[in-house]
């Protein structure tokens, strides 16, 4: 298993944790919206997607000539590392396998930082001494996949500033930011366009030459609930490096549809939706670590809308066998067996789900012969 949702080859699947996705599901003005435009698939897409980048630019603070479009997450990171011409990549781990997918794709060579278990796979200053080594490009989550806790605001300044004074690229994903009450503050496209975010920044940035190799990545599939559309976003200070990136990508990368179910998400009715599933997260995602830990789980630090823990019993199959699926960790690099990743969904969805662990983890530690 490369990734989560790996639905398709397993036992029927009724209940899937192993994707992180808003536990709202799609709002429904998307799907209304997507029904309604059915009519129009005759049509070829906007290739520039017009339309879908203002309504992003009211929605991230960001201009549009600062934004690009791609068909999810993964095709723009794999078109930067190939636009950027990054002939060395520094990846932290563990870290979502497709930073090492783009890696592997434009053949670079791919340099580690590696998290530690004993710190909770937090990033400390220790980076910057493999960030010295003056890589092309550095990859950095945040929060981060799997384990999903933030990068400290002020590290990650002093990390875009020192790529700028010696010529290396930042991509900063922050497709899981968005279930942050706190988005807004801690950002990194607050550093591509100061202006629009001038009375919310927690600290202004030393050197605004600090915003011209930094590149920030978002999409709609958590926040939206929608990874079957495939639509992400990359932004940039400089809409010539984005240019150069864009032609790294097919013509007419982001379809009719999913244009549409942007345009509609982005609509300011669902702002209530995205409060609602924030909310939603905070309260759940405590309610289930704390469950976590009392059945003798370790559950690291995390802001996202998953969790991340270690357990001592095998849970993968028992779960599968009862049509629960999570994601079994070990094959990130810097995991081990025992290391497993579970959505924060609806409370009775979660519940479902606590009362089998429990069950399992009973039965594994009851003597043999009761």
């Known amino acids: 298993m490369l990734h ?29 919206r997507l029904r309604d435009s059915l ?18 630019e009211k929605f991230t603070g960001v ?11 993964s095709e723009l990171i794999e078109a930067a590392a190939r636009g950027l011409g990054a002939r060395s990549i520094l990846l932290t781990a563990p870290s979502f396998s497709g930073y090492l997918h783009a890696a592997k ?8 930082h590696i998290l530690k278990r004993e710190e909770d796979f937090a990033l400390t200053d220790r980076y910057l001494d493999d960030l010295a080594e003056g890589p092309d490009l550095a990859i950095l989550c945040s929060p981060s996949n799997p384990v999903g806790n933030l ?20 991509l900063v994903d922050e497709c899981f930011l968005g279930f942050l009450q706190d988005e807004k503050q801690l950002t990194m496209r607050r550093l591509l366009s100061p202006e629009a975010f001038l009375e919310r920044e927690p600290e202004k940035p030393a050197d605004d030459r600090i915003k011209q190799r930094l590149l920030v990545l978002d999409a709609f599939t958590k926040r939206f609930a929608m990874p079957g559309i495939r639509l992400g976003y990359l932004m940039a200070a400089d809409s010539s490096v984005l240019e150069t990136i864009h032609k790294q990508q097919a013509e007419w990368s982001v379809s009719l549809p999913a244009q549409i179910a942007g345009i509609a998400a982005l609509e300011p009715e669902n702002e209530e939706y995205l409060e609602k599933a924030r909310s939603l997260v905070a309260q759940e995602r405590e309610r289930m670590a704390a469950a976590l830990r009392s059945m003798g789980c370790r559950v690291f630090p995390g802001e996202a809308n998953y969790i991340f823990f270690s357990c001592g019993t095998e849970l993968y199959l028992p779960l599968l066998s009862r049509g629960i699926l999570i994601r079994k960790c070990d094959n990130y690099k810097g995991l081990q067996e025992g290391d497993y990743r579970a959505a924060v969904l609806l409370p009775e969805e979660n519940d479902i789900l ?12 009851k003597p043999v012969g009761d």
């Open 4 to 32: 989560g949702g790996e639905i398709y080859n397993s036992a029927e699947v009724r209940y899937d944790f192993s994707v992180n996705i808003n536990p709202l599901g799609i709002p429904e003005g998307v799907l209304t």
């Open 39 to 56: 009519p129009l698939l005759k049509q070829y897409p906007d290739r520039d997607c017009t339309e879908l980048r203002q309504a992003l």
């Open 63 to 73: 201009p549009m000539g600062q934004i690009l479009c791609g068909n999810g997450a």
């Open 105 to 112: 794709a434009c053949g670079a060579q791919v340099r580690y």
């Open 151 to 170: 990068i400290d605001s002020r590290l990650l300044v002093r990390i875009a500033d020192i790529c700028q004074r010696q010529g290396t690229w930042l």
């Open 354 to 365: 606590l009362q089998a662990m429990t069950e399992i983890l009973q039965a594994a530690t």
